[in-house]
């Protein structure tokens, strides 16, 4: 129930192109879902987040994408960059301070 | 301003000693967070602290684990009698009231011989 199931593992993206990270959640009761970033040896930093009332969220070039009915959003890289090659961490939570849950991360690689 | 510290950044064991992590989260953040991250896992809800309420220790995996949160700031995470299992990245967050955003602190890597 409250599990986050994150995937792929890894990616490999050409410069350029876009990457696409997927999560998909079972606990209904999930209305906040950030996507975080983090690179090595330093702590996640949230990069962009949605809640369940849009379908669509944009910034610069992140976009998370988000299926209520479905219960999966996704992260899309638009014109990746070699600096943005980190540890990617899905999670979902409720609204307020709470624990969030984690997916287990996606390694992106974008190459020249 | 000052972002969430944590120390130590790393820390060498041995199995079955006791061992005490610290964060200082923002200022002003009333939330603090502790969750262990594994290699190749997701980060793990540990305990959670939010003002002068109770924490929620749902996530402590053994009662090896406990926390405090002195003074509504500076909390210690400790693990007694340590084993093996235990190493991992602790991380500590801390967030304002209502808010959802975390902010993260570089971690304690834990390493127990």
């Known amino acids: 129930q409250q599990q986050v199931k994150q995937s792929p593992q890894s990616l490999i993206v050409q410069k350029g192109g876009i990457s696409i990270i997927n999560c998909a959640y079972e606990?209904?009761?999930?209305?906040?879902f950030p996507w975080y970033q983090q690179f090595p040896g330093k702590g996640p930093a949230l990069l962009i987040a949605?809640?369940?009332?849009?379908s669509e969220k944009k910034e610069g070039r992140f976009t998370i994408s988000f299926n209520k009915s479905a219960k999966q959003f996704s992260l899309h890289i638009m014109d990746s960059q070699p600096g943005d090659s980190a540890t990617y961490f899905c999670a979902a939570g409720n609204s307020g301070n709470t624990p969030l849950v984690f997916g287990k991360g996606t390694r992106l690689s974008v190459i020249a | 301003g000052a972002g969430v510290s944590q120390s130590p950044s790393n820390k060498v064991t041995e199995k079955g000693k006791d061992v005490e992590l610290r964060c200082d989260p923002i200022?002003?953040?009333?939330?603090l967070y502790w969750y262990r991250q594994s290699l190749g896992q997701g980060l793990e809800f540990l305990i959670y602290?939010?003002?002068?309420?109770?924490?929620?220790k749902s996530g402590l995996p053994s009662d090896r684990f406990s926390a405090e949160r002195t003074g509504g700031s500076v909390s210690t995470l400790t693990i007694q009698r340590t084993q093996q299992e235990d190493s991992a990245v602790y991380l500590c967050a801390s967030s304002l009231p209502v808010l959802e955003t975390q902010y993260f602190g570089p971690g304690t890597r834990l390493l127990v011989l």
């Open positions: 602290f939010q003002g002068n309420s109770a924490p929620d």
């Open positions: 200022s002003g953040h009333t939330a």
């Open positions: 949605i809640r369940p009332d849009v």
């Open positions: 606990n209904t009761a999930f209305d906040y």
